[in-house]
């Protein structure tokens, strides 16, 4: 089998980063500038469009790869050479495209083991003989996008007739490019993507080209009603407050002279102020009014119109919205373009029919502000249905006809919930989901003392909560947070309540997270040793990635990885339900020293038997390892309850992965992963009983894990 390594260069007036790489691809503007090639370990050669003196040789390279169907081919972020080659390989090359199933991905490598996944990146990660050429960004900016016209150089493009010299620099950076790529490819030889990882990386390649179908013509039709609304909004805010809405500060300085009690214009703070309403903090009803129309004004949440419709390629679909193994700490699928993972949820009832009046092409703004309080939220709640199959032709008894497609939508039902109690070896709590009982209800009844059969809509909510919810050590405080994301209001009482009856009823959780912790530290004090926490999951530290990383295998002999582990010092606050952790123990001091103080003047008027001992600060041990947060790499911690989280939404990727691939294996046009939720458009023979059942056929390593998925036929995305 013949191994080669691809990288290509490219032109492009299309925004790669905006409409991602299949849309790029697709412009009519974009070429290859330069291909460099290599086999597996010898001297890249380079394609290049202005016929350089390799071009014969790597052209040969290039035919010899294409007639090979054996042929395996690596790129780093494969999904922008697979769609550079769709629509463009033929083209410049006059020979017949790779596969999609010849791809292989160097970043996606670089994924699974948990390091960063950019060239430049991974290759500094793991100190590379060879690094990515600095000068790279400046070539691109110069070769591969259009220039802002000058009065010197009115030509919007430079091409490589106009610098030979940093073309052909241009074309080094290329070559290195491929050079890194085969270095981190050797690196990373312990994350070779085979077995059943492979097919689910072919799979995504597979989904991801098919791409999520999108109505263009309703996102045209929602575009211009809110451009249209926009606009008035803009007027009618400047024409109050002499302001542009965009002035943040003046804004709000203007607001705060008339009462606006925020100290900024964040989301959270002005949502809070008009749930209260003006009158509560003495806003003048201007104020007030322009506050309200400042919220409305370039509603974030309808943002994804212009960038769906960016990002359709010509069949109106939008490719590579979804990356495998894009969650570095679980390998789940990541979203990208237009992020499906976090559409806005419906804020207003009846969408389905706002949209089908929307889309129609019968509704103006005027109509809208009759009907919603909010015409920019009511849109904003229709998002999802923009997703939407295409039409299909039939034929019928009276002739030919155009009739709507339809999705089978299947959604794992609490999934998590499930896994955390199997991976724990919580047999009651199984049993109930095996029974088909509900477990919501079960535990509402534990946390309230009352009968299942008298239980209300409002104690099986809390029911629910603490079964989704409790399972990674969250304590009552974050739980009343949670409810209140529902608009639900609870008291202490009763969050401290399902909490602890959680963990009383469902012991088995919280000694996992126990031994989570203590197996991946011990396993840290002992590197090359094996640690079980229990019979499905064993830790171990190694160097065989290529770094030094904690291992935890999952029991799918899927390995999460967490690089460069450290035991650091710490020191632990437990307080109300809650672990306060602390890098020093005058920090540690400091929290506990008003709370100290309340509990001594408690005290005071309690008898002997009920007074209550103030927390102190203990010193502790906490895992850390090189990862990434808010963007960034640095080092960060963890610990028992999160590595048990990590391990449950691995296992749960797992699942999906196995039973996505069976579904494809049946026919199952499946276009769109979200969550624990699958998509697929509906094809003759289909059924939505068997589309469930393949989702959930369980893999040997699952016995005794009782999946289910629910589902149904819909003419659009509803939900996540």
Not at 300 to 305: E, N, V, W
Request: hydrophobic residues 40%; neutral net charge; charged residues 25%.
């Amino acid at each position: 089998m013949a191994v080669y390594s691809i990288d290509f260069e490219t032109y492009s007036e299309a925004d790669l980063r905006s409409y991602g790489a299949y849309r790029y691809a697709s412009d009519p503007s974009t070429e290859i500038l330069l291909c460099a090639i290599a086999r597996h370990g010898e001297a890249p050669l380079l394609w290049s469009v202005t016929g350089q003196p390799e071009k014969p040789k790597a052209l040969a390279l290039i035919k010899e790869m294409c007639e090979d169907p054996e042929a395996v081919i690596y790129a780093h972020n494969a999904q922008f050479e697979a769609s550079i080659c769709h629509y463009l390989w033929e083209k410049t090359f006059d020979l017949p495209c790779p596969k999609l199933e010849q791809w292989r991905c160097t970043a996606a490598m670089a994924r699974r083991a948990a390091i960063p996944s950019s060239l430049e990146q991974a290759a500094d990660f793991l100190k590379l003989d060879a690094q990515k050429d600095n000068l790279g960004k400046s070539l691109i900016r110069l070769f591969s996008i259009p220039q802002k016209p000058t009065k010197k150089q009115p030509n919007t493009r430079v091409f490589p007739k106009d610098e030979p010299e940093k073309f052909r620099e241009f074309g080094q950076y290329c070559k290195q490019d491929v050079i890194v790529e085969m270095q981190v490819h050797d690196k990373l030889k312990a994350f070779e993507l085979k077995g059943e990882v492979l097919a689910g990386f072919q799979f995504d390649m597979k989904m991801n080209h098919l791409g999520v179908p999108v109505n263009v013509e309703a996102l045209e039709i929602a575009e211009k009603l809110v451009d249209e609304y926009d606009t008035k909004i803009v007027e009618g805010f400047q024409e109050m407050t002499g302001l542009k809405p965009t002035q943040r500060s003046k804004v709000l300085e203007w607001l705060q002279e008339r009462g606006f009690p925020g100290k900024d214009l964040t989301a959270p703070t002005v949502d809070q102020v008009i749930a209260d309403g003006g009158e509560a903090y003495g806003m003048t009803p201007e104020a007030f009014a322009a506050l309200k129309m400042k919220r409305l004004s370039g509603f974030a949440a309808l943002k994804k119109i212009p960038t769906m419709l960016n990002a359709a390629c010509p069949d109106h679909r939008v490719k590579g919205s979804l990356m495998w193994s894009g969650a570095e700490r679980t390998h789940r699928w990541a979203g990208r373009i237009i992020q499906p993972q976090n559409f806005r949820r419906p804020t207003i009832a009846n969408t389905e029919h706002l949209y089908r009046v929307l889309k129609s092409g019968n509704m103006d703004v005027e109509s809208l502000e009759l009907i919603y309080e909010s015409p920019l939220e009511a849109i904003a709640s229709c998002i999802r249905h923009f997703i939407e199959p295409e039409e299909v032709f039939e034929i019928d008894s009276f002739g030919k006809g155009m009739e709507p497609g339809m999705f089978l939508d299947a959604d794992y039902s609490a999934i998590e919930a499930r896994i955390v109690l199997w991976l724990a070896g919580q047999e009651e709590g199984l049993q109930l989901f095996r029974d088909k009982k509900d477990p919501y209800i079960a535990m509402a009844s534990k946390i309230f003392g009352v009968p299942v059969e008298d239980i209300t809509k409002d104690q099986r909510f809390v029911g629910k909560q603490s079964v989704l919810g409790a399972g990674y050590g969250m304590g009552p405080d974050k739980f009343k947070m949670t409810a209140a994301q529902f608009g639900r209001t609870l008291t202490q009482e009763i969050s401290e309540k399902a909490i602890s009856t959680f963990r009383t009823v469902n012991h088995k959780i919280p000694a996992m997270w126990r031994a989570f912790d203590n197996a991946a530290k011990e396993a840290i004090r002992n590197p090359g040793q094996v640690f079980p926490a229990n019979d499905k999951v064993k830790f171990a530290v190694t160097n065989k990635p290529g770094f030094t990383a904690l291992v935890m295998q999952l029991p799918s002999g899927h390995n999460l990885i967490y690089p460069k582990p450290k035991l650091l010092p710490v020191w632990v606050v437990f307080y109300a339900g809650k672990m306060n952790k602390f890098k020093t123990p005058k920090a540690a001091e400091k929290f506990c020293a008003p709370i100290a103080k309340r509990y001594k003047e408690q005290n005071l008027t309690l008898p002997a038997n009920k007074q209550k001992e103030a927390p102190e600060p203990k010193e502790d041990v906490e895992i850390t390892f090189w990862g990434k947060r808010l963007g960034r790499w640095l080092r960060v911690g963890t610990y028992g309850g999160s590595l048990v989280e990590n391990a449950t939404q691995a296992v749960a990727g797992d699942l999906m992965s196995h039973g996505a691939l069976k579904a494809d294996s049946l026919g199952y046009k499946i276009f769109m992963l979200v969550h624990d939720q699958a998509l697929a458009e509906l094809q003759p023979g289909n059924t939505i009983e068997e589309f469930c059942e393949a989702l959930c056929t369980l893999p040997p390593w699952a016995e005794g894990l009782p999946l289910e998925a629910e589902g149904g036929l819909v003419p659009f995305y509803k939900k996540d």
